[in-house]
């Protein structure tokens, strides 16, 4: 339930610094979210996907895995123009709103 917990915590604050529809995050069982700017996708699978396992979304999403690294090792699916997350990971700690 923790590991759960962090990626969906995780890809909120993804979709807050990345907001947006044309990219779909998939995090199956725990998760998933739409972010980036561009096209919005309305039926069907998106043209640009992004899917992971929970750890190496943690991972990715920490600093402790590059995506160049998990591209390499096979431990993400990306399709599609906009599927590189390379700028947006790992997430910066949030700041404190005034």
């Known amino acids: 339930m923790t590991v759960a917990t962090a990626v969906r915590f995780t890809l909120e ?6 907001p947006g529809h044309a990219v779909e995050v998939r995090i199956p ?48 699916r990306a399709s599609g123009d906009r599927a590189d997350l390379t700028g947006l990971l790992p997430l910066q700690a949030a700041r404190p709103r005034p």
Do not use: K, M, Y
């Open 29 to 76: 069982p725990a998760g998933a979210v739409q972010c980036v700017e561009g096209p919005r996708h309305t039926r069907g699978t998106p043209p640009n996907v992004v899917e992971t396992d929970p750890q190496t979304w943690l991972e990715l999403a920490s600093g402790t895995l590059t995506w160049s690294d998990a591209t390499a090792q096979g431990r993400i």
């Open 13 to 18: 604050e993804l979709a807050d610094v990345a």
